[in-house]
């Protein structure tokens, strides 16, 4: 993700790669990732951890060693994976939640009243349209991503599915490290950075 975390990342490519990125030098990470059944590789400057589409309960297993036996050094975590939960090699319902977040974009549609109701609990307003959700209240990049877990591990508790889009095609398009030391949504006033639910 081209915005700055202060920990490691899991997240998904469009075409169902797993990858993990750290945002800080953790001791023994490389051995416990590679471990793990990750690929070490060097794209746009940074250092990312892939995993090959599979089915959703190996792609599950293989992140879930890795991000235990990161706790033994972090809490600090962000999963944003959408591999884990559906699997990339049958057809895909359209999820109950999908949001859509980039460096520079974020929405969050519904397609039930439950949906909806999850996402306005969280922190999510309905656009002037009714089409799409918005944070009710402006927020930084790492209070939005907090938001953004929340939401998703409330809505899978009433099995609702949800679907995080990073408008990242390939493992090739995962960006370059940005060199900023926070980010925040485009035409949103700053917040600083706030601790995130680990997953």
């Known amino acids: 993700m081209a915005h700055p975390l202060p920990a490691p990342d899991r997240s998904s490519t469009d ?42 309960e190996e792609a599950n297993e293989h992140a879930g060693i890795a991000m235990y036996g990161l706790l033994a050094h972090t809490h600090d975590l962000v999963d944003l994976s959408w591999t884990t939960r559906a699997n990339p090699q049958e057809p895909r319902p359209d999820p109950g939640i999908r949001f859509t977040l980039t460096s520079t974009t974020f929405s969050a549609t519904a397609t039930t009243e439950v949906a909806r109701l999850v996402l306005e609990q969280h922190g999510f307003a309905r656009s002037a349209d009714g089409t799409s959700y918005q944070p009710a209240t402006p927020l930084g990049m790492a209070h939005l991503l907090g938001a953004v877990v929340r939401a998703e591990a409330h809505a899978h508790a009433y099995g609702i599915t949800v679907r995080v889009d990073l408008g990242i095609p390939t493992p090739d398009a995962i960006p370059a490290p940005s060199p900023r030391p926070s980010a925040t949504v485009p035409g949103r006033p700053g917040a600083e950075p706030a601790p995130r639910r680990s997953q």
């Open 15 to 56: 075409d169902a790669y797993t990858f993990v990125v750290l945002n800080r030098p953790i001791r023994g990470a490389n051995s416990l990732l590679t471990g793990a059944g990750f690929t070490a590789r060097k794209i746009n400057d940074r250092t990312v951890y892939l995993l090959a589409p599979t089915t959703s």
